[in-house]
């Protein structure tokens, strides 16, 4: 369904999911470590700026922290703490989502966006409720 | 129960083990009601370039230079909307591109309407890249209408097993079980299965960051 992209490599097969661009890659190491033009023949065609220049550079982690304080993956950490095992994993098997995944029409652009909404469940906060309520029923009596 | 919080999750996690096998990346970003100030669209996309940067291993020259140069003007300012839109849209262009945004309700409503523009733009940019997106009902129609007709909508609900499974996992886990005893713990697994809630709303609650549904009652 996708045009090809370039082929991306996994810098380790351990630690962190990191992968490396080739085209990034191979010009970052030559002797001019700044890329002087811009990605192959076949980014051009995904409609891409094609005078994006791109280089390695010691202030990269200083720069990554500029670009935003927030660091969501700790939070999706947490998230996936709580989370009961096997809950939601129908929602990968829905048409869906499938649709959304693997995209159809006008290269793959049909169903870019999949939005999932509905009321807030029947969460831990919510047995704290029921709980207070039994407990006040209680005191009634 | 699904919650969108744990669909987000299942998703980002679905998406992540893909990434060992496919050509692709994957950001996320979570709204959240009580950091809401912080969550700026500058902070959130910025976050989300911040991701797709740190997959590549290099950044546009053209952010190294907007760094360097920043310093000089009134003692440091951060990277415009429209510079980190442009560059999302450039490096999800390079490779196949998952984004994940959870609880869009939780997100002020006009930097929802940003956020999802500046999503917009990307999608636009970038044909290949997938954004998924939860949240309450009552904001469907801004999202449809600002993302126009590559959204598809679906509903979540919970499932009665999924209820079950759910309760008997938190019950599991709460941090003071004497204080349970069985006449409450029928009571909860009978009752609430079949009153799921359609008005209480728990992530905006404070007390839901509580491990202890008894330390509540005290």
């Not at chain 1, 370039?6 to 490396?20: A, M, N």
């Not at chain 1, 999706?76 to 095992?85: L, M, N, P, S």
């Not at chain 2, 009134?74 to 849209?89: F, H, S, T, W």
Request: charged share 25%.
């Amino acid at each position: 369904m996708s045009p090809a992209f370039p082929k991306l490599t996994r810098t380790s097969s351990t630690g962190p999911k990191v992968f490396r661009h080739p085209t990034l890659y191979t010009i970052l190491n030559s002797k001019n470590q700044t890329m002087s033009r811009a990605f192959t023949d076949n980014i051009n065609s995904f409609n891409v700026s094609n005078n994006i220049i791109f280089t390695a550079t010691d202030d990269e982690p200083k720069i990554l922290a500029w670009l935003s304080p927030l660091e969501p993956q700790v939070r999706h950490h947490d998230i996936c703490e709580q989370r009961v095992d096997s809950i939601g994993n129908w929602l990968l098997e829905t048409k869906e989502f499938k649709g959304w995944y693997n995209g159809s029409g006008n290269g793959g652009s049909n169903h870019a966006a999949l939005f999932c909404y509905g009321e807030p469940g029947v969460g831990k906060s919510y047995i704290w409720y029921k709980r207070l309520l039994a407990r006040n029923e209680r005191h009634d009596c | 129960m699904l919650t969108g919080r744990d669909g987000s999750s299942v998703v980002i996690d679905h998406l992540c083990d893909q990434v060992i096998e496919q050509d692709m990346a994957v950001a996320c970003f979570y709204y959240d009601f009580a950091s809401r100030e912080a969550q700026s669209p500058t902070n959130m996309l910025g976050s989300l370039l911040k991701q797709l940067l740190s997959g590549l291993g290099a950044i546009p020259v053209k952010i190294v230079q907007k760094f360097r140069g920043q310093k000089k003007a009134i003692g440091g300012r951060r990277l415009q909307l429209p510079d980190i839109v442009e560059m999302c849209a450039a490096v999800t262009s390079l490779q196949r591109t998952f984004i994940c945004v959870d609880a869009l309700d939780e997100c002020v409503p006009r930097h929802r309407l940003e956020v999802l523009g500046a999503l917009g733009q990307i999608l636009r940019g970038s044909p290949n890249t997938r954004i998924f997106m939860t949240g309450r009902s009552h904001i469907r129609g801004v999202v449809e209408r600002e993302l126009g007709e590559r959204t598809t909508s679906v509903s979540i609900s919970s499932r009665e097993d999924e209820i079950v499974t759910y309760l008997h996992a938190r019950l599991g886990k709460d941090t003071n079980p004497a204080a349970m005893d069985g006449f409450l713990e029928n009571d909860i697994m009978k009752s609430i299965p079949e009153e799921i809630p359609e008005t209480y709303v728990p992530a905006r609650d404070p007390r839901n960051r509580c491990d202890s549904y008894t330390d509540w009652c005290k």
